[in-house]
């Protein structure tokens, strides 16, 4: 029989060579006369290993990596398909490595395990559970189930999931609609691109049970235009549920319909909101909407709609498989269940790491992360993505939790990390913020659309010692406009990393000791 080898396939290890690395295994294997099976397997998220090949061994998957071509002819050399091999590059058993045996993995239970194309793989490893539970139960049964498991939405403004769908079950309408945010653009952030990648069968169930659970029959998936594999993974996987009758009419002969299908985006940050996403698909261009009235009572093309990230969507097959209370209990607070966490920035052991809610940012960076990866002192942290504040070292042991980041004026958001050494300027990232505003922002409100670019204005002229208290003062000023006054959150959390930046690295906005004086003084 012959031996597996498993061979990354996601967008990280593809750019790190594991196509070739692929291909020269079964070059050098047919050499040899040697029986190796090759799969292309999703990614763990260990990515400081990638590429990360793993051999099916008798007891578990044994992993080499690092891996580049030149070390394949080392490998073979060992008998790298024996398994327990003397290499540099050997790791032992993949399951016990530390920064995978320390987490609690619910979502990405099959990241890396399975290949993501394979309906029976996804079976075999406890795929397709939840829906014939969630066929058999009445809707309302179904949102009852989700709103005790606690879970909230992972997109970043963190609204109880259950409590929007029961919006949605809630309103008439001859039509109801599932959308999946699936426009994943927070730097630092990958989770949902490893999900549509690895594990494509997780979302569409996760969309069948919301569309049963609401009585919506269609569900777009709105997927980021950079994310070419995703659509390609997500368009076959949508098209093997269609042939084994998991989507479209009279599901598992149940009676009941879901369609889904794949819409790509308009490349802007501003369509990760929601309403202007809705505007998007629906072909107009993403412009924010006022609220109320809320999608969920007149979304897409005036329906009632739910708006869900990828990882909302994701957690359901576990919820309606084991049950509202096995997700429940874990976490701290109000924060239930799991969040899969993104290292990146100047971080040693970048990657995913999902844990429950509840241990502090500190032991996520260190424990996980390891540390800088040029190894000088760790200064700044953003979570969150480009809206969220930088946190300094006093903030570190906060917490991962919704409310505890809240109460410091931080937000988990969409779960990306990025970590600063202290080579940083914090002033060029606080302008970087109000820049990056000036660029995505859509125009339809002014505290956002003026607001972001005398930003920038006033910080180049606090940064050139213009006039610094008078500036610093007006700097704080336009951030509450921009708070109070903007129509969504692209201008309502600019601000954010700004004030933080002043507030905890204020010295970086000037050159001389008396301009730094008067800024903390000011903020």
Same mark, same amino acid.
């Given at each position: 029989?012959?031996?597996?080898?498993?061979?990354?396939?996601?967008?990280?290890?593809?750019?790190?060579?594991?196509?070739?690395?692929?291909?020269?295994?079964?070059?050098?294997?047919?050499?040899?006369?040697?029986?190796?099976?090759?799969?292309?397997?999703? /990614?763990?998220?260990?990515?400081?290993?990638?590429?990360?090949?793993?051999?099916?061994?008798?007891?578990?998957?044994?992993?080499?990596?690092?891996?580049?071509?030149?070390?394949?002819?080392?490998?073979?050399?060992?008998?790298?398909?024996?398994?327990?091999?003397?290499?540099?590059?050997?790791?032992?058993?993949?399951? =016990?490595?530390?920064?995978?045996?320390?987490?609690?993995?619910?979502?990405?239970?099959?990241?890396?395990?399975?290949?993501?194309?394979?309906?029976?793989?996804?079976?075999?490893?406890?795929?397709?559970?939840?829906?014939?539970?969630a066929l058999a139960m009445a809707a309302q049964q179904i949102v009852d189930e989700v709103r005790e498991?606690?879970?909230?939405?992972?997109?970043?403004?963190?609204?109880?999931?259950?409590?929007?769908?029961?919006?949605?079950?809630?309103?008439?309408?001859?039509?109801?609609?599932?959308?999946?945010?699936?426009?994943?653009?927070d730097s630092g952030t990958f989770a949902d691109r490893l999900v549509m990648e690895c594990d494509p069968?997780?979302?569409?169930?996760?969309?069948?049970?919301?569309?049963?659970?609401?009585?919506?029959?269609?569900?777009?998936?709105?997927?980021?235009?950079?994310?070419?594999?995703?659509?390609?993974?997500?368009?076959?996987?949508?098209?093997?549920?269609?042939?084994?009758?998991?989507?479209?009419?009279?599901?598992?002969?149940?009676?009941?319909?879901?369609?889904?299908?794949?819409?790509?985006?308009?490349?802007?940050?501003?369509?990760?909101?929601?309403?202007?996403?809705?505007?998007?698909?629906?072909?107009?261009?993403?412009?924010?909407?006022?609220?109320?009235?809320?999608?969920a009572i007149v979304g897409l093309f005036g329906k009632p709609t739910v708006v869900n990230n990828v990882?909302?969507?994701?957690?359901?097959?576990?919820?309606?498989?084991?049950?509202?209370?096995?997700?429940?209990?874990?976490?701290?607070?109000?924060?239930?269940?799991?969040?899969?966490?993104?290292?990146?920035?100047?971080?040693?052991?970048?990657?995913?790491? =999902?844990?429950?809610?509840?241990?502090?940012?500190?032991?996520?960076?260190?424990?996980?992360?390891?540390?800088?990866?040029?190894?000088?002192?760790?200064?700044?942290?953003?979570?969150?993505?480009?809206?969220?504040?930088?946190?300094?070292?006093?903030?570190?042991?906060?917490?991962?939790?919704?409310?505890?980041?809240?109460?410091?004026?931080?937000?988990?958001?969409?779960?990306?990390?990025?970590?600063?050494?202290?080579?940083?300027?914090?002033?060029?990232?606080?302008?970087?913020?109000?820049?990056?505003?000036?660029?995505?922002?859509?125009?339809?409100?002014?505290?956002?659309?003026?607001?972001?670019?005398?930003?920038?204005?006033?910080?180049?002229?606090?940064?050139?010692?213009?006039?610094?208290?008078?500036?610093?003062?007006?700097?704080?000023?336009?951030?509450?406009?921009?708070?109070?006054?903007?129509?969504?959150?692209?201008?309502?959390? /600019?601000?954010?990393?700004?004030?933080?930046?002043?507030?905890?690295?204020?010295?970086?906005?000037?050159?001389?000791?008396?301009?730094?004086?008067?800024?903390?003084?000011?903020?």
């Amino acid at each position: 029989m012959a031996t597996r080898i498993y061979v990354p396939s996601d967008t990280t290890a593809k750019a790190l060579g594991a196509d070739r690395l692929a291909q020269r295994i079964a070059a050098l294997a047919a050499r040899q006369g040697l029986e190796l099976e090759i799969v292309r397997n999703g /990614t763990r998220g260990l990515y400081w290993l990638e590429p990360l090949l793993e051999v099916d061994t008798a007891q578990g998957r044994v992993g080499f990596g690092p891996v580049e071509e030149q070390d394949l002819e080392s490998l073979f050399d060992a008998e790298f398909w024996q398994g327990d091999v003397t290499h540099p590059l050997a790791l032992g058993l993949v399951e =016990e490595i530390p920064y995978l045996r320390r987490q609690q993995r619910f979502t990405f239970a099959r990241a890396g395990i399975t290949d993501p194309l394979s309906l029976d793989d996804y079976r075999a490893h406890g795929g397709y559970r939840g829906l014939p539970n969630a066929l058999a139960m009445a809707a309302q049964q179904i949102v009852d189930e989700v709103r005790e498991s606690g879970l909230r939405g992972r997109g970043g403004a963190a609204f109880p999931t259950g409590i929007k769908w029961q919006t949605v079950l809630d309103a008439p309408a001859d039509q109801k609609y599932i959308v999946c945010n699936a426009d994943e653009g927070d730097s630092g952030t990958f989770a949902d691109r490893l999900v549509m990648e690895c594990d494509p069968f997780m979302l569409i169930e996760g969309m069948t049970i919301a569309g049963l659970a609401v009585g919506a029959t269609q569900g777009y998936i709105y997927l980021r235009s950079e994310y070419p594999l995703a659509q390609k993974n997500l368009n076959a996987a949508i098209a093997t549920a269609y042939a084994n009758n998991l989507l479209g009419d009279d599901i598992q002969g149940s009676g009941k319909r879901f369609d889904l299908e794949v819409r790509m985006g308009a490349g802007a940050y501003i369509c990760g909101e929601e309403t202007s996403l809705l505007e998007s698909l629906e072909g107009k261009r993403g412009l924010v909407r006022a609220k109320p009235p809320l999608p969920a009572i007149v979304g897409l093309f005036g329906k009632p709609t739910v708006v869900n990230n990828v990882l909302s969507l994701a957690a359901v097959p576990f919820i309606l498989d084991r049950g509202a209370k096995a997700y429940a209990d874990v976490g701290m607070g109000r924060s239930r269940g799991t969040l899969p966490f993104q290292l990146a920035g100047n971080v040693k052991q970048g990657g995913l790491v =999902e844990l429950a809610f509840g241990p502090s940012l500190r032991e996520l960076m260190f424990d996980f992360g390891g540390g800088t990866r040029n190894g000088r002192p760790l200064r700044a942290v953003q979570v969150g993505g480009p809206l969220g504040a930088y946190l300094p070292e006093s903030q570190w042991d906060t917490p991962l939790d919704y409310e505890a980041f809240a109460k410091v004026g931080a937000v988990l958001g969409h779960g990306g990390v990025v970590m600063f050494d202290d080579t940083v300027d914090m002033g060029e990232q606080a302008r970087f913020s109000m820049e990056f505003c000036v660029a995505e922002s859509c125009g339809k409100c002014t505290p956002c659309r003026i607001g972001s670019t005398r930003g920038v204005e006033v910080i180049d002229r606090i940064r050139a010692g213009e006039n610094v208290e008078a500036n610093l003062e007006l700097l704080s000023d336009l951030c509450e406009t921009m708070v109070d006054g903007s129509l969504c959150a692209m201008g309502g959390m /600019t601000p954010f990393p700004v004030q933080s930046a002043m507030t905890h690295f204020g010295e970086d906005f000037v050159k001389n000791t008396s301009n730094a004086q008067a800024l903390a003084q000011e903020v």
